[in-house]
C-alpha cells in the first residue's frame, strides 16, 4: 500500500455526514418517543457502531453471526439477528448465550419454532425470539392475524422457549416513489407490529418487544405508538437509492469510493477508473428509480458531485467506465490520467460490504485513520 | 461456526469439476501449442493457483496489488498485473520490484507512459510493461494501428521503461450468442495482438509478449499462432455466465453457494434460504442471456441441480428467494425448513469474491478442508 496506508480504491467515510445522518434521526426518534436499535450490517465496524449506540441503550441489530461476535467482543452484548433463525445454525447460537451474548432470533415458519423449541431443549438453552411479521408482502414474516402466529408462539413456550415479541421489517418501502408512499409504508409497518402483538398479547403471550424498521420508514415514520424498538442501518451512511427515495440528498451521502483515473476512451468520451464491480459491489438499486444512477455518481476528490449526470456507466471487476447519462462526451481533459475522484454508490451496505475496512475522511477528503470492518459468516 | 468449522452461506468448490475444468484448457492449448499464464482473480488462492499454474512456467496473471502480495509470498513471483497501472500505484509497485517480484505492468495511455517514465527516473526502477490493445471496442487499449501504441513505446523506452509487448482482452465475447461469434472474438483477439506486436517490431522494439485472454476466447480459438501467452481464470470453476454461452455445461461448474431453508412464502410458491446478495454477490450477468437465471441455479446439497427452472429469482443482504423460472409454485414440502441446497452462480469471480474463504467439499457436497482467499486491494 502506498501514503499512508491507502491505496485506491479505498472505502471513505465522511465523519461530518456521518454524525450529521446519526443527529437528524436520532432527533426525528426522540420526537416520536421510540428508541433506535440500530442495524450494523451497514456500517460492520465497532467505532461507528458504538456512535450510533450511543444514548440508545436497547442494544444493536446484526445480520449474520459473525457480526455478532465481532460486536460482542467489544462490549455490545445486546443483539438481534434478524435473519429468519436456520436450524443448523442453532448450536452455534446456543454457544453465543452460553458465552453471554443476549441474543435475540426471528422465526416465521411453525417448523422453524419446532426447530428451535428441539434445540432450546436438547441444548438447555433459553433462546429468545421475535416472531417476523410481513406487513407489505415484501419478502418473510406472517400475516398479523395468521393463526399459525400464534400456534408458533405456543410451540416456542410450550418447548422452552421466549417468543418475546413481534419484528416487521417493510422492505417494500425501498419500492416507493413519493413521499405519501414512504409515510403510508412506515404506518403499516407500525400497524402490522402493534396489531401482531395484539394479538400474541391477547392469547396470554406477554409480547413486550414490538420492533419495527426500515431507513426509509423510520425515516417518514408520522406516529410509531406501542412500537418498543424502531431499527434502521443505511440512515449513518445514505446512499444513492435513499437520495431517489427522497430520504437524503446527494449532500447527505457519508460513504464513497476513492478511486483514480486510469484510461481514456477517446472515441466514446469515456474515463476508465480503477474502481469496478469488486468495490463498488454489483448493486443497481438505482436502475428502477427515477434516475439510473449506473453504479455510482463521480465526484471530485473532496466529495463534490460533479455533475449528477457523470456516472459510473459499466464495470469490470477492477475497471469503472465513467460516462455522462445523457450520452454526451466527457471533456477528457478535465480527467487526466492519475486524477483522483469519489464515487457515492447506490447501496451504502452492498459496496461497504466489498470492503475489509473504512478510512475515515478529512474535509478534503484524504483518508486519515483506517478502521476494520466485520467480514464473512 | 458450527460443525467443523463452517456455516452457511459457504463457498464450495468441486475438486473433481475444477480439475476437469484445468485438464481440458490444458488440452486445448497444448494442441494451439500455446502456454497459458492463469489469472488468478477468480480462485484467489494459492493452493488453487498452483494446480493451475502446474506445467506452465510462464508465471500468472493478477488483478490486484493485493493479489501480487499474496501469492508472491506464496513464491509466485512472475506476475501480470493486468490492469491499466494508475500513476499514483508505481510507489507500490516499485517496492514491489524491489522485493524480487518479476512484476509487469500494462497501459493504454501516453499519459500513462510518462508517467511510468518519471517513475522508474525517479525511483530507478526498470518497470516492465505491457500495451494494452483493444480488438473489439470492450473496454480499454490501442488501436492495432494507432500511431499512439507506438508514441507510448517510445515515452517508455526513453525513461528507461521496458515496452515489453502488446496485451488483448477480448472481453466483448461475453456477448456472443454463439459458436461462430466466440470462434470470431478469440481471431479477433489474436489478430489484434499480433498486428500491434508487429507494428511495434518494425518500429524497431523487441516486443517478445504477445498476451491474450479471456475464457471464451482461449475455449474457441481455432489459432494461436505468433501469441506467447494466453490468460483465463474463470474457466477453473466455470459459471453460469459460460453455461449460457455455451463455453461449459452445468455440470462442470465447479463454484457454488451451499446454504439452508429459512422460511417459505406460502402465497407465493417461494422458498427463503439465508444466501442473499452478500454472498451470491449482486451479478446478474445472465440477465442478457438467452435464459435468464436470476441470481443463480438451484441444486441438492450434492450438486445435482433441482431443475433448470429452480432459480434464487431475488435476493436482499441475507436473504434469497427462490422461486421458479415459469412462475409457477414450488412444492414446499421438497423445501422443508432446514433443508441444505446449493446454488450455482452466474459469475464466478463475483460470488467467489464475496467470500474470504472457500471449502473444498466431498463428492457429497460436505465442506472438508477449508482454504483461505486473497481479499482487498
Redesign the interface.
Known amino acids: 500500500?502506498?501514503r499512508a496506508g491507502w491505496?485506491?480504491?479505498?472505502l471513505l467515510i465522511d465523519e461530518q455526514r456521518f454524525e450529521r445522518n446519526l443527529a437528524r434521526l436520532n432527533r426525528r426518534l426522540a420526537r416520536l418517543g421510540a428508541p433506535l436499535r440500530p442495524h450494523l450490517?451497514t456500517v460492520k465496524n465497532v467505532e461507528l457502531a458504538r456512535r450510533m449506540l450511543a444514548g440508545h441503550p436497547g442494544g444493536a441489530t446484526v445480520?449474520?453471526?459473525a457480526e455478532a461476535d465481532h460486536f460482542f467482543a467489544a462490549g455490545i452484548d445486546d443483539l438481534l439477528y434478524a435473519?429468519?433463525?436456520?436450524?443448523?445454525?442453532l448450536?452455534?447460537a446456543a454457544r453465543r448465550i452460553a458465552d453471554g451474548v443476549h441474543l435475540t432470533l426471528i422465526?416465521?415458519?411453525p417448523?422453524?419454532a419446532r426447530?428451535v423449541a428441539g434445540a432450546a431443549q436438547r441444548l438447555d438453552t433459553n433462546f429468545r425470539v421475535l416472531l417476523e411479521v410481513d406487513a407489505d408482502g415484501h419478502?418473510?414474516g406472517f400475516r398479523p392475524d395468521d393463526p399459525v402466529l400464534l400456534e408458533s408462539a405456543r410451540i416456542l413456550a410450550n418447548g422452552g422457549a421466549t417468543p418475546a415479541g413481534v419484528m416487521v421489517h417493510a422492505?417494500g418501502s425501498y419500492a416507493c416513489r413519493d413521499r405519501e408512499c414512504l409515510v403510508r409504508m412506515a404506518q403499516r409497518e407500525r400497524d402490522g407490529a402493534v396489531a401482531a402483538a395484539g394479538a400474541l398479547r391477547a392469547a396470554g403471550f406477554e409480547a413486550p418487544v414490538v420492533s419495527v424498521g426500515s431507513t426509509p420508514t423510520a425515516m417518514f415514520a408520522q406516529d410509531l405508538t406501542g412500537v418498543t424498538e424502531v431499527r434502521a442501518g443505511v440512515y449513518a451512511f445514505m446512499d444513492l437509492v435513499m437520495a431517489g427515495l427522497g430520504v437524503c440528498e446527494l449532500d447527505d451521502i457519508a460513504v464513497s469510493v476513492l478511486t483514480?483515473?486510469?484510461?481514456?476512451?477517446r472515441e466514446h468520451g469515456q474515463v476508465?477508473v480503477?474502481a469496478g464491480?469488486?468495490?463498488l459491489?454489483?448493486?443497481?438499486g438505482t436502475a428502477d428509480q427515477a434516475i439510473d444512477r449506473g453504479y455510482g455518481v463521480v465526484c471530485d476528490e473532496t466529495g463534490q458531485v460533479l455533475s449528477p449526470e457523470v456516472i459510473v456507466s459499466a464495470t469490470?471487476?477492477?475497471?469503472g467506465?465513467l460516462a455522462r447519462r445523457d450520452g454526451e462526451s466527457l471533456k477528457l481533459h478535465d480527467f487526466?490520467?492519475?486524477r483522483?475522484l469519489r464515487i457515492l454508490p447506490n447501496h451504502a451496505?452492498?459496496t461497504a460490504?466489498?470492503?475489509?475496512?473504512l478510512w475515515l475522511a478529512d474535509p478534503e477528503g484524504r483518508p486519515v485513520r483506517k478502521l476494520e470492518r466485520c467480514?464473512?459468516?
Chains 1, 2 share one sequence.
Open positions: 500500500m502506498d491505496n485506491t480504491p479505498a450490517k445480520s449474520t453471526l435473519v429468519g433463525i436456520a436450524p443448523g445454525k448450536e452455534a422465526l416465521d415458519h417448523d422453524a426447530a419478502r418473510a422492505g483514480e483515473v486510469i484510461g481514456h476512451r476508465l480503477d464491480w469488486m468495490s459491489s454489483r448493486d443497481r469490470n471487476q477492477e475497471h467506465i487526466p490520467i492519475g483522483r451496505c452492498a460490504g466489498q470492503f475489509e475496512h467480514r464473512g459468516w
